[in-house]
């Protein structure tokens, strides 16, 4: 009998170890995935904050030096200075945020390369400005369209970005919902099981109590 008890003993205790490490491998999975997702959704947000402020600081600049243009005053360029190496050192940062996305890669360099033409265009009609010498419509003409550009790379890497970013909120709701459940469910499994193996040994020592006191009731009848 006592081998019996110890055999039942070895066999519910194994099944709860193992109900036990399928609950923590779960749990583990679903944490584990939910932490990623988080991680890559707050990775997004960066990459599109910072191609906002690239933005926004390239506006300000040329805002900045059509001021000066048209009032002749120096006061208006103080945005101006070091808004272009601002705004590098950005799409710098978004080039190193993006290393394993080859679509962003592709355009962060373009980018760069449409900003430093920019600069330099707005620079050349600044010292035009400075230097009293004519400053055309087609330079004018010229600046625009190099704004526009960039602008337009930027809002593709912006809605690539947001693409991605609506991705992978989509996979953190899932495993938001489906993680509680899941625990949820394992954990009532295991609580069943447990019982099982309490009622199991219960009956176990019932059948141990009884069969002792069957065989005293016997040794006393002698």
Known sequence: MKSGLNRSLQYWFGISIFILVVISAVSYTFITNLLESNKLVDHSNVVIQKLEKAMSVIKDAETS???FMLTDQRDFLQPYRGAYQNASFLLSQVQQLTANNLYQQHYVLLAKRLLNNEANVLDEMIQKEETRDTVYVDDLRLGKSMMDSLRKVINKMERQETELLQLQLRELNKYTS???VTIIITSIVAVAVSLL????ISKGIDEKEAMQKLLLSGE???
């Open 220 to 222: 006393c009848g002698r």
């Open 178 to 180: 489906l993680a509680p």
């Open 197 to 200: 193996f309490f009622l199991n």
């Open 65 to 67: 030096q059509r001021g």
